[in-house]
T-cell receptor, first 110, second 115 residues
Framework: DAKTTQPPSMDCAEGRAANLPCNHS???????VYWYRQIHSQGPQYIIH???NNETNEMASLIITEDRKSSTLILPHATLRDTAVYYC???????????FGAGTILRVKS | GAGVSQSPSNKVTEKGKDVELRCDPI?????LYWYRQSLGQGLEFLIY????????KSGLPSDRFSAERTGGSVSTLTIQRTQQEDSAVYLC?????????????FGPGTRLTVL
């Protein structure tokens, strides 16, 4: 699976959009981009995934660049409860074995 | 509905003892996974069960680790002759189908401390 690079930490003001970037320049054509988050002392939580089109669900939006070498997870109105470590994972459709890197620590501040 | 549950939530054991960790996946989910997260480390894949297929054991760190899934539902992870380096949070996850295998629902984990 392709390697991902994320900033180690980011801050966001409560109520503002949080934009979390991820670089995956070696992604191959059959690999998807998945995002998970882990709130302190909890198990990881699936957020969203995409192949090449932008995706939106009730939790977030995922923007994937046209060359698919990077993506951005957008939390449109961050709340204090969104403070967590966010993981960007690149994996084949039937990969199943998630590989979690260091992720981005997002701190939402009031 | 009910999520993935794990028991016990905390386990303290002495070096050399065997431990069993239990996972109850979401009802109807066909796949079940075990991961572990050591202090300050990322999540590490251990083993994966999909339906009636042979499990993928490629992440088990040693032959002291084993897991089984009975009746396609509940799973038990067994660690024999525990060592201090086995101290970690052991996380179980399940997914609804093979097509959605990467959408994994995680339990709260079992925190294992080996003294």
């Amino acid at each position: 699976d392709a390697k991902t690079t994320q900033p180690p930490s980011m801050d966001c003001a409560e109520g503002r959009a949080a934009n979390l970037p991820c670089n995956h320049s070696t992604i191959s054509g059959n690999e998807y981009v998945y995002w998970y988050r882990q709130i302190h002392s909890q198990g990881p939580q699936y957020i969203i995934h995409g192949l090449k089109n932008n995706e939106t669900n009730e939790m977030a939006s995922l923007i994937i660049t046209e060359d698919r070498k990077s993506s951005t997870l957008i939390l449109p109105h961050a709340t204090l409860r969104d403070t967590a470590v966010y993981y960007c994972i690149v994996i084949q459709q039937y990969g199943n074995k998630l590989v979690f890197g260091a992720g981005t620590i997002l701190r939402v501040k009031s | 509905g009910a999520g993935v549950s794990q028991s016990p939530s905390n386990k303290v054991t002495e070096k050399g003892k065997d431990v069993e960790l239990r996972c109850d996946p979401i009802s109807g989910h066909t796949a079940l996974y075990w991961y572990r997260q050591s202090l300050g480390q990322g999540l590490e894949f251990l083993i994966y069960f999909q339906g009636n297929s042979a499990p993928d054991k490629s992440g088990l760190p040693s032959d002291r680790f084993s897991a089984e899934r009975t009746g396609g539902s509940v799973s038990t992870l067994t660690i024999q002759r525990t060592q201090q380096e086995d101290s970690a949070v052991y996380l179980c996850a399940s997914s609804p189908s093979r097509d959605r295998g990467n959408e994994q629902f995680f339990g709260p984990g079992t925190r294992l401390t080996v003294l």
